[in-house]
Protein backbone atom coordinates (compact mmCIF):
# COMPACT_ATOMS: atom_id res chain seq x y z
CA UNK A 1 0.00 0.00 0.00
CA UNK A 2 2.70 2.33 0.93
CA UNK A 3 4.66 1.91 -2.66
CA UNK A 4 1.37 1.98 -4.47
CA UNK A 5 0.30 5.65 -2.77
CA UNK A 6 4.08 7.14 -3.02
CA UNK A 7 3.72 6.16 -6.48
CA UNK A 8 0.49 7.36 -7.16
CA UNK A 9 1.93 11.17 -5.51
CA UNK A 10 5.10 10.71 -7.14
CA UNK A 11 6.56 11.06 -4.07
CA UNK A 12 9.04 7.94 -5.36
CA UNK A 13 9.28 6.43 -8.40
CA UNK A 14 8.87 2.48 -8.46
CA UNK A 15 11.87 1.75 -7.68
CA UNK A 16 12.39 4.16 -4.91
CA UNK A 17 9.12 2.91 -3.52
CA UNK A 18 10.50 -0.76 -3.67
CA UNK A 19 13.61 0.33 -2.15
CA UNK A 20 12.12 2.25 0.63
CA UNK A 21 9.15 -0.74 1.41
CA UNK A 22 12.34 -3.13 1.81
CA UNK A 23 13.86 -0.57 4.24
CA UNK A 24 10.71 -0.39 6.24
CA UNK A 25 9.85 -3.88 6.75
CA UNK A 26 13.71 -4.30 7.68
CA UNK A 27 13.12 -2.04 10.42
CA UNK A 28 10.26 -3.34 11.70
CA UNK A 29 11.34 -7.17 11.70
CA UNK A 30 14.49 -5.73 13.61
CA UNK A 31 13.98 -3.15 15.77
CA UNK A 32 10.19 -2.80 15.77
CA UNK A 33 7.14 -0.62 14.02
CA UNK A 34 7.78 2.11 16.34
CA UNK A 35 11.12 2.99 14.19
CA UNK A 36 9.43 3.56 11.25
CA UNK A 37 8.76 7.09 13.38
CA UNK A 38 12.27 9.07 12.25
CA UNK A 39 12.23 7.34 8.84
CA UNK A 40 7.89 8.77 7.91
CA UNK A 41 8.89 12.45 9.54
CA UNK A 42 12.19 12.35 7.24
CA UNK A 43 10.25 11.28 4.23
CA UNK A 44 7.25 13.27 4.93
CA UNK A 45 8.77 16.31 5.70
CA UNK A 46 10.94 16.17 2.82
CA UNK A 47 8.29 15.14 0.41
CA UNK A 48 5.84 17.88 1.90
CA UNK A 49 8.73 20.98 1.80
CA UNK A 50 9.50 19.91 -1.91
CA UNK A 51 6.33 20.34 -3.08
CA UNK A 52 5.53 23.76 -1.15
CA UNK A 53 8.91 25.13 -2.63
CA UNK A 54 8.97 23.20 -6.03
CA UNK A 55 7.91 26.37 -8.15
CA UNK A 56 10.16 28.69 -6.11
CA UNK A 57 13.13 26.34 -7.03
CA UNK A 58 14.39 27.24 -10.50
CA UNK A 59 17.90 25.83 -10.50
CA UNK A 60 19.82 23.45 -8.22
CA UNK A 61 23.01 21.40 -8.49
CA UNK A 62 21.28 18.32 -8.11
CA UNK A 63 18.85 17.36 -11.40
CA UNK A 64 16.62 15.33 -8.88
CA UNK A 65 15.74 17.72 -6.78
CA UNK A 66 11.64 18.16 -7.55
CA UNK A 67 11.21 15.21 -8.85
CA UNK A 68 10.34 11.55 -7.48
CA UNK A 69 12.93 10.26 -5.55
CA UNK A 70 14.88 7.04 -6.94
CA UNK A 71 15.99 4.16 -5.24
CA UNK A 72 19.62 6.09 -4.86
CA UNK A 73 17.92 8.75 -3.29
CA UNK A 74 16.30 6.22 -0.73
CA UNK A 75 19.33 3.71 -0.37
CA UNK A 76 21.79 7.08 -0.07
CA UNK A 77 19.69 8.31 2.62
CA UNK A 78 18.35 5.16 4.55
CA UNK A 79 22.04 2.53 4.18
CA UNK A 80 23.32 3.96 7.51
CA UNK A 81 19.89 3.75 9.06
CA UNK A 82 19.48 0.29 7.98
CA UNK A 83 23.08 -0.98 9.36
CA UNK A 84 22.69 0.54 12.14
CA UNK A 85 19.10 -1.70 12.57
CA UNK A 86 21.21 -5.18 11.20
CA UNK A 87 23.89 -4.39 13.87
CA UNK A 88 21.55 -3.64 17.13
CA UNK A 89 19.65 -7.41 15.83
CA UNK A 90 23.31 -9.48 15.70
CA UNK A 91 24.67 -7.76 18.92
CA UNK A 92 21.39 -6.34 20.93
CA UNK A 93 22.89 -2.97 21.51
CA UNK A 94 20.77 0.07 21.87
CA UNK A 95 21.21 2.16 18.99
CA UNK A 96 18.06 4.18 19.25
CA UNK A 97 20.17 7.47 20.04
CA UNK A 98 22.29 6.85 16.70
CA UNK A 99 19.43 6.11 14.67
CA UNK A 100 17.59 9.32 15.80
CA UNK A 101 20.99 10.99 14.74
CA UNK A 102 21.46 9.90 10.86
CA UNK A 103 17.87 10.55 10.07
CA UNK A 104 18.45 13.85 11.58
CA UNK A 105 21.30 14.15 9.48
CA UNK A 106 19.55 13.45 6.18
CA UNK A 107 16.48 15.62 7.37
CA UNK A 108 18.62 18.83 8.24
CA UNK A 109 20.70 18.43 4.82
CA UNK A 110 17.04 17.99 2.94
CA UNK A 111 15.55 20.37 4.12
CA UNK A 112 18.29 23.23 3.99
CA UNK A 113 18.60 22.44 0.19
CA UNK A 114 14.76 22.60 -0.40
CA UNK A 115 14.52 25.74 1.31
CA UNK A 116 17.89 27.38 0.63
CA UNK A 117 17.24 26.91 -3.00
CA UNK A 118 13.96 28.20 -3.02
CA UNK A 119 14.21 31.31 -0.95
CA UNK A 120 18.09 32.09 -3.06
CA UNK A 121 19.39 34.18 -0.38
CA UNK A 122 22.96 34.90 -0.23
CA UNK A 123 25.10 31.85 -0.71
CA UNK A 124 28.30 31.34 -0.16
CA UNK A 125 30.61 28.03 -0.66
CA UNK A 126 31.45 26.44 2.60
CA UNK A 127 35.01 26.04 1.50
CA UNK A 128 36.41 29.69 0.82
CA UNK A 129 33.34 31.60 1.18
CA UNK A 130 32.85 33.08 -2.13
CA UNK A 131 29.74 33.52 -3.74
CA UNK A 132 27.68 31.08 -5.43
CA UNK A 133 24.14 30.27 -7.00
CA UNK A 134 21.69 29.33 -5.01
CA UNK A 135 21.17 25.52 -4.61
CA UNK A 136 24.77 24.86 -5.66
CA UNK A 137 26.75 21.40 -3.71
CA UNK A 138 29.02 22.95 -0.97
CA UNK A 139 26.70 26.32 -0.97
CA UNK A 140 25.22 27.66 2.74
CA UNK A 141 22.67 30.36 3.39
CA UNK A 142 21.74 31.70 6.52
CA UNK A 143 18.00 30.29 5.26
CA UNK A 144 19.15 26.92 4.52
CA UNK A 145 21.34 26.44 7.61
CA UNK A 146 18.39 27.86 9.75
CA UNK A 147 15.99 25.31 8.16
CA UNK A 148 18.90 22.68 8.50
CA UNK A 149 18.56 23.45 12.15
CA UNK A 150 15.08 23.12 12.36
CA UNK A 151 15.11 19.63 10.69
CA UNK A 152 17.58 18.23 12.84
CA UNK A 153 15.42 19.66 16.11
CA UNK A 154 12.46 18.12 14.48
CA UNK A 155 14.24 14.62 14.59
CA UNK A 156 15.83 14.95 17.83
CA UNK A 157 12.54 15.88 19.63
CA UNK A 158 11.50 12.27 18.29
CA UNK A 159 13.43 10.98 21.29
CA UNK A 160 10.49 12.42 23.53
CA UNK A 161 8.47 9.55 22.47
CA UNK A 162 10.19 6.71 21.12
CA UNK A 163 11.12 3.62 23.58
CA UNK A 164 14.24 3.69 25.38
CA UNK A 165 14.55 7.34 26.19
CA UNK A 166 16.86 8.50 28.77
CA UNK A 167 16.43 10.64 32.42
CA UNK A 168 18.19 13.58 30.13
CA UNK A 169 15.96 13.91 27.34
CA UNK A 170 17.26 18.00 27.16
CA UNK A 171 20.64 16.75 26.87
CA UNK A 172 19.77 14.21 24.06
CA UNK A 173 18.07 16.41 22.00
CA UNK A 174 20.64 19.27 21.93
CA UNK A 175 23.31 16.48 20.89
CA UNK A 176 21.43 14.85 18.58
CA UNK A 177 20.20 18.03 16.72
CA UNK A 178 24.38 19.17 16.77
CA UNK A 179 25.16 15.82 14.99
CA UNK A 180 22.08 16.05 12.89
CA UNK A 181 23.06 19.52 11.78
CA UNK A 182 27.24 19.11 11.95
CA UNK A 183 25.95 16.43 9.01
CA UNK A 184 24.88 18.89 7.37
CA UNK A 185 27.72 20.92 6.99
CA UNK A 186 29.85 17.46 6.39
CA UNK A 187 27.91 17.14 3.22
CA UNK A 188 28.45 20.76 2.15
CA UNK A 189 32.03 20.32 3.05
CA UNK A 190 32.10 16.71 0.31
CA UNK A 191 29.35 18.56 -1.96
CA UNK A 192 32.55 21.39 -2.04
CA UNK A 193 35.65 19.73 -2.15
CA UNK A 194 34.57 15.98 -4.44
CA UNK A 195 30.83 16.25 -6.41
CA UNK A 196 31.52 16.17 -10.01
CA UNK A 197 30.76 19.40 -11.58
CA UNK A 198 29.35 20.53 -14.85
CA UNK A 199 29.12 23.40 -17.14
CA UNK A 200 26.08 23.98 -18.31
CA UNK A 201 24.24 25.25 -21.62
CA UNK A 202 23.46 28.66 -19.59
CA UNK A 203 26.80 28.76 -17.90
CA UNK A 204 25.45 27.68 -14.86
CA UNK A 205 27.47 24.78 -12.90
CA UNK A 206 25.34 21.80 -11.96
CA UNK A 207 25.94 17.83 -11.53
CA UNK A 208 25.21 17.11 -15.05
CA UNK A 209 25.25 19.01 -17.99
CA UNK A 210 28.10 19.52 -21.56
CA UNK A 211 31.77 19.55 -19.66
CA UNK A 212 33.07 18.44 -16.93
CA UNK A 213 34.46 21.04 -14.82
CA UNK A 214 35.73 19.91 -11.45
CA UNK A 215 35.19 17.43 -8.69
CA UNK A 216 35.43 13.28 -8.95
CA UNK A 217 33.36 12.59 -12.06
CA UNK A 218 31.40 9.08 -9.63
CA UNK A 219 30.95 11.63 -7.23
CA UNK A 220 27.52 12.12 -7.31
CA UNK A 221 24.77 14.21 -5.02
CA UNK A 222 23.61 10.72 -3.97
CA UNK A 223 27.09 9.31 -3.10
CA UNK A 224 27.96 12.77 -1.15
CA UNK A 225 24.78 11.99 1.07
CA UNK A 226 25.87 8.29 1.73
CA UNK A 227 29.13 9.17 2.78
CA UNK A 228 28.32 12.83 4.50
CA UNK A 229 25.65 10.65 6.43
CA UNK A 230 27.94 7.41 7.14
CA UNK A 231 30.73 9.69 8.50
CA UNK A 232 28.87 11.67 10.81
CA UNK A 233 27.08 8.30 11.62
CA UNK A 234 29.97 6.37 12.55
CA UNK A 235 32.09 9.77 14.13
CA UNK A 236 28.64 9.23 16.92
CA UNK A 237 28.80 6.10 17.65
CA UNK A 238 32.73 6.33 18.32
CA UNK A 239 32.41 9.44 20.70
CA UNK A 240 28.61 8.36 22.07
CA UNK A 241 30.13 4.43 22.63
Known sequence: MFAVVTIRLKALTWDGAVA?????????FLSGPEWLAPLFAFFGSSVLLGKAFRRRSERASDTKQGKPRDAAQVLCNGLPYAALVIWSAFTHR???????ITMAVATSDTWSSEVGTALRGRTLNIIGFKPVAPGRSGGVSVAGSATGIAGALCIAMLVLVLPGATATPLKDIAMIAVFGFSGMLVDS????????????????????GEQFVGGLRWMTNDLVNLLSNGITTAGAVWLLV
Open 189 to 208: VLGSLFQARYSMADSAIGDR
Open 94 to 100: DVGMYLL
Open 20 to 28: ASVLGLTVV
